[in-house]
């Protein structure tokens, strides 16, 4: 169910946050009016414009949500200094409010918050003289709705934080691999081309000194030699080699 308004409200914010508006404003009210019908009859009027205006601050608990939680407070209060009992379905602007504020701000926030909230409520129950037989209801059970909605905010927000540093840590790894592998085919590069200098140098010391002895013992074919070994050290040198160990074709071998 969660999947599906996910993908219905992800193209349409506008449209899903009113809708959530609606929803809780309709929960809202119908909580009024089964406290309303359940209790002594207490003034209906004023707690369903209590109601209609709380909700109407939850638009703005994201940019605002301290406003907003002391707005749908303050509501919640007051109806229940008309008599209301605050049930959860009655609180929903004030919980609403107090998990957005918990899931979008520190922790230190998030709880100082919570705990001025519930003494709020307590406060409101024991003024409350007509259930002071049942303390359980008029304060106990609205106070854990409170503290409840802040852990559950406080723990979607550290969520969020781990997974994102999660993220953020695989995308460093993944950077730090992909300079790694970099570094090794640079490196591969360096003793490919080590190899091949060292060979192209052993070579040419070698036709030096077959040079040099030719030249001393043969003069003739030391010249020759000398001809014909330039061009296939340069070439050598250049990446335009032959067959390791054969001639090029159209040349001769030094010496012959």
Request: with cysteine.
């Amino acid at each position: 169910m969660n999947t599906i308004w996910q993908r219905w409200a992800a193209p349409r914010p506008q449209a899903a946050e009113a809708a959530a508006l609606v929803l809780l404003t309709a929960l809202t009210l119908s909580g009024v009016v089964v406290t309303w019908a359940m209790r002594f009859r207490p003034p209906l009027w004023p707690a369903l414009a209590l109601s209609v205006l709380a909700c109407g601050a939850v638009h703005w608990r994201r940019t605002r949500p301290l406003p907003v939680l002391a707005v749908t407070l303050l509501c919640t209060v007051a109806q229940g200094a008309l008599g209301y009992l605050l049930t959860p379905l009655l609180m929903g602007p004030l919980l609403t409010a107090q998990y957005s504020l918990s899931l979008h701000n520190r922790r230190r926030t998030s709880w100082n918050s919570a705990v001025v909230v519930a003494i709020a409520i307590v406060a409101t129950g024991l003024l409350d003289t007509r259930l002071n037989r049942s303390p359980v209801l008029s304060i106990v059970n609205p106070t854990a709705w409170v503290l409840l909605c802040a852990a559950l905010g406080s723990y979607v927000r550290v969520r969020r934080e781990y997974a994102a540093a999660r993220a953020e840590h695989a995308v460093r790894e993944r950077e730090e691999e992909a300079r790694h592998r970099v570094f090794q085919e640079r490196m591969r590069i360096a003793r490919e081309l080590h190899d091949v200098v060292a060979h192209h140098l052993t070579l040419a010391d070698a036709q030096a000194a077959t040079a040099a002895h030719l030249a001393r013992s043969h003069p003739d074919q030391g010249a020759r030699h000398d001809r014909h070994a330039a061009p296939d050290h340069f070439r050598g040198a250049t990446g335009a080699q032959g067959h390791r160990g054969s001639a090029a074709p159209g040349h001769r071998q030094p010496g012959r």
